[in-house]
């Protein structure tokens, strides 16, 4: 059995030498100690926050943020980490998501889809997403249950995001409740809550991780000396924790091509974008609301551009998903009879849903978070946050629709109409998917990205990032399986170097 | 009954029908130079309030130049259809319409 021990109540001045420390207890943090646990490696898992809430480790998280929401408002800070409050919405990245594309300057991983592809079933396990039914396999479960809305031949698809659901239908999967047993059960794991790494110290030389600096609200401190060290504590604060730890270092740690905190991005998720019209009428439910298929498959339909579109329109990731039943105005009527009578088609029947989607942005490196002069209870300099959307990422959105909007009337299906072109209006109704994305970004090249293909610290043998943070480029799925599956990765990478 | 005075009566009539027509008071429309390619909207009303949004479109006459040219032989649907396939596509108001609906429908609002 393993040990949750409350760092509160250690002794000041206790040092641990660990095979390895991973710190944050989030998805990533989890995945990552859960994949070790058939090894004989000595596992530390430190986590900031306790099994619940606590406001007081959360206000550490504040900062400032310009065109973004409060910093301490969209992640959680305890065991669990932002599956304490995410959507469960999955769905695979796309191959063209890892492509170098030479209409999204700095896009590009450094491996293909295929290389994440072995560990997307356990990825799909832990999040509890049940049976693969992405794409193909969605479209004949969908099927099953009622028509899917037919689309001309063109550039857009019918694609399929999948939901987690925790046992008991609790919904979704919270990693720190779902698996604090597993963890609790893990003979060569610990697990530190409410332990605070302050800072990374590299040794004199600046060739390696010597150890971490660990403290507690309640006065604390201690020092952990590991073999190996994976930073795991969100796509924000990976980049924070690198930026502060710059005693050897002096702009911080893997930032000397002054890339860790940029590239910063999240999805954007723009409502009631467009407004499509369905002639016959009829729309199956699992466009608007996820629908149970069997075999624990919970699908909600979307609409996506194919990897050979992306391309030939030059246009980035997106899915755009049903939200709910609108009403249309003389001209859209007008624009509906004269359209299906000219189309030879019945639209007496004719009702209109209003389009929602999530993007994909454009990398854009001085959308970023640096460091402000003002410090948290423990006195690590507090972030500020600059985020933007560009006008081009709206246009190549715009090109999606305008496609999709075609084979609607390829298909005699229906069509569609585009609500946004002014920049307010694409604003109006924006959200944001809270997905914290690119600021310690993987490059195989040291003056083009934070961490290798391996999610290795250029130039530190033994310092490792895990998480959406080393997102070089990064289309329009959620990303907390795909990140999962990236750790799962990781853990085979890092049990073979420390063997 | 003079002749000149039946010409006259029947200009006056003419006249009045075409306001009629105008004021939809006869459940039609007036003539227009255009009624060969008019006729081939089932929803002439409905195309008249869409093509009120169409803006940046030629005038009357072009229009049905080019719709004549386009439309030609095998009539609306089959240029419709071609334009789908085609990708020559018009916005109105938002609406992405195939070319020549959004071009009908202009020319039933200028007409």
Redesign the interface.
């Known amino acids: 059995m393993s040990a949750f021990i409350d760092a509160r109540t250690i002794e000041t001045g206790t040092s641990q030498s660990p095979d390895l420390a991973i710190i944050g207890g989030g998805p990533a943090g989890i995945a990552l100690a859960m994949a070790l646990a058939d090894t004989q490696f000595k596992v530390l898992l430190l986590e900031s926050g306790g099994m619940n809430f606590d406001p007081a480790v959360q206000k550490m998280y504040a900062g400032q943020e310009t065109g973004y929401e409060p910093l301490d408002a969209d992640r959680l800070r305890y065991l669990g980490g932002g599956t304490n409050h995410w959507g469960g919405w999955c769905r695979p990245m796309d191959a063209s998501d890892f492509m170098i594309r030479d209409w999204v300057p700095s896009s590009g991983w450094p491996f293909g889809r295929e290389t994440l592809e072995p560990y997307f079933p356990r990825a799909q396990s832990l999040v509890e997403a049940g049976a693969w039914a992405y794409d193909r396999g969605g479209d004949a479960l969908a099927s099953s249950h009622a028509p899917m809305l037919p689309l001309g031949k063109g550039g857009i698809y019918t694609t399929w995001f999948q939901f987690s659901k925790m046992q008991d239908d609790v919904l979704p999967t919270q990693f720190g409740h779902r698996y604090a047993d597993d963890l609790r059960g893990q003979a060569n794991l610990t697990v530190w809550l409410n332990a605070n790494v302050t800072g990374i110290r590299l040794a004199a030389n600046g060739a390696s991780v010597d150890h971490l600096d660990v403290a507690t609200l309640n006065g604390k401190s201690f020092t952990v000396k590991p073999r190996y060290t994976v930073l795991a504590c969100g796509g924000i604060e990976n980049a924070r924790l690198l930026l502060v730890s710059n005693d050897v270092m002096q702009t911080g740690i893997g930032n000397g091509a002054d890339l860790v905190g940029r590239y910063f991005a999240d999805n954007p998720i723009p409502r009631d974008v467009a407004t499509m019209v369905v002639f016959g009428g009829k729309l199956a439910s699992y466009y608007s609301d996820r629908m149970d298929m069997g075999h624990g498959a919970r699908l909600k339909a979307a609409f996506a551009p194919t990897d050979d579109y992306r391309g030939i329109a030059r246009i980035g990731g997106s899915l755009t998903t049903v939200e709910q039943p609108v009403d249309l105005d003389d001209v859209g009527k007008a624009a509906v009879a004269t359209t299906a009578a000219a189309l030879g088609v019945d639209a007496g029947s004719a009702r209109a849903y209003s389009l929602g989607c999530g993007l994909e942005l454009i990398p854009d490196p001085d959308r970023r978070v640096t460091l402000t002069p003002e410090k948290d209870a423990l006195g690590l300099a507090r972030l500020k946050m600059v985020n933007t959307i560009s006008d081009e990422d709206f246009a190549r959105y715009r090109r999606t629709l305008e496609e999709l909007g075609r084979q609607l009337l390829a298909s005699k299906s229906g069509m569609l109409r585009i609500n946004c072109t002014t920049r307010e209006e694409w604003m109006k109704n924006m959200d944001w998917g809270h997905h914290h994305l690119g600021t310690t970004r993987m490059h195989d090249d040291p003056r083009r990205g934070v961490v290798d293909s391996n999610s290795r610290v250029h130039g530190l043998p033994n310092l490792y990032v895990a998480g959406s943070s080393v997102f070089p480029s990064y289309g329009a799925s959620n990303p907390t399986m795909n990140l999962i599956a990236l750790t799962l990765r990781l853990a085979d990478h890092i049990k073979a170097v420390m063997a | 009954m003079k002749r000149r005075t039946m010409i006259a009566g029947g200009a006056v009539a003419g006249l009045a029908a075409a306001g009629a027509w105008r004021l939809g008071l006869l459940g039609g429309y007036a003539p227009t130079p255009y009624d060969d390619l008019l006729d081939q ?3 002439r ?3 008249i ?2 093509g009120q ?1 169409a803006t940046d479109m030629p005038e009357a006459r072009a229009l049905a130049d080019e719709l004549r040219s386009h439309i030609g032989e095998a009539g ?2 089959a240029a ?2 071609g334009d ?2 085609a ?1 020559r ?1 018009t ?8 070319q ?2 959004a071009q ?2 202009a020319l039933a609002a200028k007409a």
Do not use: N, Q, R
């Open positions: 909207l089932d929803a009303d409905d195309a309030l869409l949004k609306l649907a419709v259809s789908i396939a990708g596509m916005e109105v108001a938002g609406w992405i319409l195939p020549t609906v009908m429908a």
